[in-house]
Every structure is written in C-alpha cells, then in structure tokens.
C-alpha cells in the first residue's frame, strides 16, 4: 500500500517541477521584455545620440552639466539634482539588474 502512494507522490512532485520550469522560462521572458522595453522608451526619451549636433565647448547649458552616466557595465539615471534615481547594471554574479529610487534614494522597485 506504501508504494502506490508513492508512485502518485512522485507523479505529483514531476508535474509541480515541470509547472516551476515553466514559471521560470517564463520570468525569464517577461524581464527581457521588460529591459528591452526600458531600453526602448529611454532611447525614444533621450533621442538617437547618433544624430544630434555636435554644439561648440563654449555652449555648455545647466542641462548639460547633468548628463546621463554610462559606465562600464552599468546605466544610470539622474534627475535634475544630480540625484540617482534609475539604475541597469549587472550584479556581482553576472544577473542583470534594474531598480529604480525615490528623491530621497529609497529603492521604490527593482527587478529580479
């Protein structure tokens, strides 16, 4: 009577595994959506740098002073304080990273 139960148990668990693999694949997906949407909107916001003019160095502007950072490995956002307020980076173990913070530089949401 033992091993009945436990070819149902075992059965049980191989359906929950197959569903959690899913689950995965899944996540896996929706974040790689989400950044190459991210990606998009900030390109779309900030323009194609591509094909801006160039301006003379003696034109430097107020919004100028505050230039969105691109680091090795990593993209951040700044307001117009010069405050932190967006971050896409990768972590110590390689995992992609986005997390965005509140004025005071609370983080408000991050994923994964």
């Not at 899913?22 to 909107?41: D, P």
């Not at 691109?70 to 307020?85: C, S």
């Not at 971050?87 to 110590?92: E, G, H, I, N």
């Amino acid at each position: 009577m033992i091993e009945p139960s436990l070819d149902v148990l075992a059965q049980h668990l191989d359906r929950m595994e197959r569903r959690l693999r899913r689950w995965r694949i899944f996540g896996s997906l929706a974040l790689t959506t989400l950044a190459a949407g991210v990606a998009l909107n900030l390109t779309l916001l900030l323009g194609n740098p591509l094909q801006r003019e160039p301006q003379a160095e003696n034109e430097d502007t107020e919004e100028e002073a505050i230039e969105e950072s691109v680091r090795a490995r990593a993209f951040f956002l700044v307001d117009k304080d010069g405050t932190p307020r967006a971050a896409m980076t990768f972590r110590a173990d390689g995992t992609p990273a986005l997390a965005f913070s509140d004025r005071s530089g609370k983080v408000i949401w991050k994923a994964p």
